[in-house]
């Protein structure tokens, strides 16, 4: 089984630096003598969510961390709990608390609700596996995860996207390239992520539409609109090279590499450069490319798209997801606020 020392700062992006636990997990090899049991039906779990259920490689080393936390946790804590279908809901209760109370080493802070979140859900999974398997395990529905606090929602204005598109310099290579990343993160709502791994022949200006493959291995369709397109032809007709990312870095040492995988902006590089023109375009507000997917979602919503239409383009596996737009693009609660709302107490 993975260690899961294997989880990567770049795979550890959903949970920020100062929730993650700072206490070693024991891996299954380290765990007691009446753990290993219990460490086999994760390791099993593991291999399915790769073979049989094909999730990615992100997901499947998130769900080793967490897992492997909770078999240090029953090795130091809960000792009499040999395998999967000794864990009772008392046993659970214990595992949440401590969750809970656990305060980072480095900055003294509680591990945020969500955080603590991401650990019930992969206990769920691996109970919810081995359910299937028939084996006979605790409910994972018995185990409640908590409301989360409800997370204020940021977009751009009208202006703001205005005044963050014209930031870059076209007047190089990297202004054209910054232009058309900028153009394409709001006129596809892509993740960052998935804009990162575009390569130049994923595109295709002429029916300005192409797939891409998200979360859970989901592919979708997503669209570029005429702006977009513009700016992207103009920053490929700079391009002389053969590499086959979409997105280049312009530092560092070149890739000599057929292809050039190795010249392929980074996830963290895309984030200081849309940092960077959120500074020039002096917005005012922290936005990272998350927010120009809330914008680009918000616009759609805003102008009278579907819920549902929505939720494919973004690429949202439940339409709850999606739904946390309507309270700020429901154009009848604007209409109904003008109408009754003077503004005069």
Same mark, same amino acid.
């Not at 480095?106 to 084996?135: D, E, I, K, N």
């Not at 922290?286 to 809330?294: E, G, I, N, S, V």
């Not at 102008?303 to 997801?321: F, I, M, S, Y």
């Not at 309507?326 to 604007?334: A, D, I, S, W």
């Given at each position: 089984?993975?260690?899961?020392?294997? &989880?990567?700062?770049?795979?550890?992006?959903?949970? !920020?630096?100062?929730?993650?636990?700072?206490v070693s997990p /024991?891996?299954?090899?380290?765990?007691?003598?009446?753990?290993?049991?219990?460490?086999?039906?994760?390791?099993?779990?593991?291999?399915?969510?790769?073979? %049989?259920?094909?999730?990615?490689?992100?997901?499947?080393?998130?769900?080793?961390?967490?897992?492997?936390?909770?078999?240090? =946790?029953?090795?130091?804590?809960?000792?009499?709990?040999?395998?999967?279908? %000794?864990?009772?809901?008392?046993? &659970?209760?214990?595992?949440?608390?401590?969750?809970?109370?656990?305060?980072?080493? *480095?900055?003294?802070?509680?591990?945020? $609700?969500? /955080?603590?979140?991401?650990?019930?859900?992969? #206990?769920?999974?691996?109970?919810?596996?081995?359910?299937?398997?028939?084996?006979?395990?605790?409910?994972?529905?018995?185990?409640?995860?908590?409301?989360?606090? !409800?997370?204020?929602?940021?977009?751009?204005?009208?202006?703001?996207?205005? $005044?963050?598109?014209?930031?870059?310099?076209?007047?190089?290579?990297?202004?054209?390239? %910054?232009?058309?990343?900028?153009?394409?993160?709001?006129?596809? +709502?892509?993740?960052?992520?998935?804009?990162?791994?575009l390569d130049r022949?994923?595109?295709? #200006?002429? /029916?300005?539409?192409?797939? &891409?493959?998200?979360?859970?291995?989901?592919?979708?369709? &997503?669209?570029?609109?005429?702006?977009?397109?513009? =700016?992207?032809?103009?920053?490929?007709?700079?391009?002389?090279?053969? =590499?086959?990312?979409?997105?280049?870095?312009?530092?560092?040492?070149?890739?000599?590499?057929?292809?050039?995988?190795?010249?392929?902006?980074? /996830?963290?590089?895309?984030?200081?450069?849309?940092?960077?023109?959120?500074?020039?375009?002096?917005? +005012?507000?922290?936005?990272?490319? *998350?927010?120009?997917?809330?914008?680009?979602?918000?616009?759609?919503?805003?102008?009278?798209?579907?819920?549902?239409?929505?939720?494919?383009?973004? +690429? *949202?596996?439940?339409?709850?997801?999606?739904?946390?737009?309507?309270?700020?693009?429901?154009?009848?609660?604007?209409?109904?606020?003008?109408?009754?709302?003077?503004?005069?107490?």
């Amino acid at each position: 089984m993975r260690s899961a020392s294997l &989880v990567s700062n770049s795979n550890r992006r959903r949970i !920020s630096p100062s929730s993650v636990p700072t206490v070693s997990p /024991t891996s299954p090899t380290q765990a007691p003598p009446v753990a290993l049991a219990f460490a086999e039906r994760v390791r099993r779990f593991l291999e399915a969510c790769e073979v %049989d259920r094909n999730l990615s490689q992100l997901t499947i080393r998130q769900y080793d961390y967490y897992l492997n936390h909770l078999l240090g =946790w029953l090795g130091r804590e809960q000792p009499e709990v040999a395998d999967l279908p %000794d864990l009772s809901l008392e046993v &659970v209760r214990r595992y949440k608390l401590s969750l809970a109370r656990h305060l980072n080493a *480095h900055t003294g802070r509680p591990l945020s $609700r969500a /955080t603590q979140t991401y650990f019930l859900v992969a #206990l769920r999974s691996l109970l919810r596996y081995w359910s299937l398997q028939g084996l006979e395990v605790l409910a994972p529905d018995r185990i409640e995860l908590g409301k989360a606090p !409800s997370r204020s929602l940021k977009f751009l204005d009208g202006d703001q996207l205005r $005044r963050l598109l014209a930031a870059p310099d076209i007047n190089d290579l990297r202004g054209l390239r %910054d232009r058309a990343l900028i153009e394409t993160f709001f006129s596809t +709502g892509l993740r960052l992520s998935e804009l990162a791994r575009l390569d130049r022949d994923h595109i295709n #200006l002429k /029916t300005r539409e192409f797939g &891409v493959i998200g979360k859970g291995r989901k592919p979708r369709i &997503v669209f570029l609109s005429d702006a977009a397109t513009e =700016w992207l032809d103009r920053y490929l007709q700079t391009r002389h090279d053969r =590499w086959k990312p979409l997105f280049i870095r312009m530092k560092g040492k070149l890739d000599a590499t057929p292809g050039g995988p190795g010249m392929r902006m980074s /996830t963290r590089s895309i984030e200081r450069l849309v940092q960077k023109y959120v500074r020039l375009a002096g917005l +005012g507000v922290k936005a990272t490319p *998350h927010t120009l997917r809330h914008s680009f979602a918000t616009d759609l919503l805003s102008n009278g798209a579907d819920l549902r239409a929505v939720q494919e383009l973004l +690429g *949202h596996a439940n339409l709850n997801t999606t739904q946390i737009y309507t309270h700020v693009t429901n154009p009848q609660l604007r209409a109904v606020h003008r109408k009754f709302h003077s503004g005069n107490q």
